[in-house]
């Protein structure tokens, strides 16, 4: 082997290793089957006030039914590693509307400037079957373990690696309904915006469930991780699941996805007159008490 061609292989060792190639893989399967793919979006860290970047985002969208326009994002994170085995901890899970409250934004709440304010949402959510309902557990927690050979500054930046993609993906969605809030004036069309944040993982990933003394441990191509967030426009914080992803598992996980979209469309198409209705009560009311100030 020449000393170019072990330079080259060193180079590309290092290459791997940062994840980029993995994050091109991931954008490539997304480009037949969203409107726009953009890698590397940044937005800004609304508690450290800093310009961050997020690895891929796949948009879709606006559909429009009637005077309402749905518009659908996946915000994914990359990250990879095979020195470690990441192991998250579930507790069982029954879904419902509430855990997703920080991962869409209507209308009604831009105007309101309120996120608590989802009538909207909340009708069409209790019509729609999306895949956080067929889980019956949610990881809460999660560490790495040392599995291979690694030095341990290596095993130190892995060891954030999930905690890090997880703050990542809350940020990324809190600035851009933070910013659809502050920014629109308009109310027809009624726009209804729906965040899908997962972390697409190459490397071992397990789920552990605890029962008293014993522990069920299993490898996992994908899981959810349940969080929480803040938002500047509600006095709770709000949740938010994650999904966490194998890269082998992920045009399985794309599926599931654009599943999700085709259900709120058929919501919204089947209720699409009773939605109007009610959107222009609520605008009224809205603009009843604008005058009132």
Not at 36 to 60: G, P, Y
Not at 76 to 98: D, G, L, N, Q
Not at 210 to 237: A, F, N, Q, T
Not at 269 to 292: C, F, M, P
Request: glycine letters at 2%; charged letters at 30%; one cysteine or more.
């Amino acid at each position: 082997m020449t000393h170019n061609e072990s330079a080259e292989n060193y180079l590309k060792d290092l290459i791997n290793r940062s994840g980029k190639p993995l994050e091109i893989r991931i954008s490539s399967l997304l480009d037949n089957r969203w409107k726009n793919v953009s890698n590397q979006d940044t937005f800004v860290d609304q508690d450290e006030k800093k310009l961050r970047e997020i690895d891929i985002c796949a948009f879709d969208g606006p559909k429009r039914i009637d005077n309402i326009e749905l518009e659908t994002t996946l915000v994914i994170e990359c990250k990879r590693t095979e020195a470690f085995s990441w192991v998250f901890f579930s507790r069982p899970f029954k879904y419902s509307k509430e855990d997703v409250a920080g991962q869409y934004l209507d209308e009604i709440q831009m105007a309101a400037k309120n996120a608590e304010r989802t009538e909207v949402m909340n009708s069409i959510l209790m019509k729609t079957q999306l895949h956080y309902e067929h889980a019956e557990t949610v990881a809460v927690t999660y560490e790495a373990f040392k599995t291979g050979d690694a030095k341990q500054s290596q095993f130190r930046e892995d060891q954030s690696a999930i905690f890090e993609a997880q703050n990542q993906l809350k940020s990324y969605v809190e600035y851009a309904i933070d910013q659809s809030i502050r920014e629109r004036v308009s109310i027809i069309p009624y726009t209804i915006e729906m965040y899908f944040p997962s972390i697409v993982f190459r490397g071992k990933m397990y789920e552990a469930i605890v029962r008293g003394d014993e522990m069920e441990l299993r490898e996992s191509k994908h899981l959810i991780l349940k969080s929480l967030y803040k938002s500047p426009h509600s006095i709770y914080e709000r949740s938010i699941l994650i999904d966490v992803v194998s890269e082998e598992y992920f045009d399985s996980y794309q599926e599931l996805i654009r599943n999700d979209i085709f259900a709120l469309e058929r919501a919204i198409r089947e209720d699409s007159q009773l939605i109007s209705s009610r959107i222009t009560e609520i605008v009224s009311l809205l603009e009843s008490a604008t005058k009132g100030k």
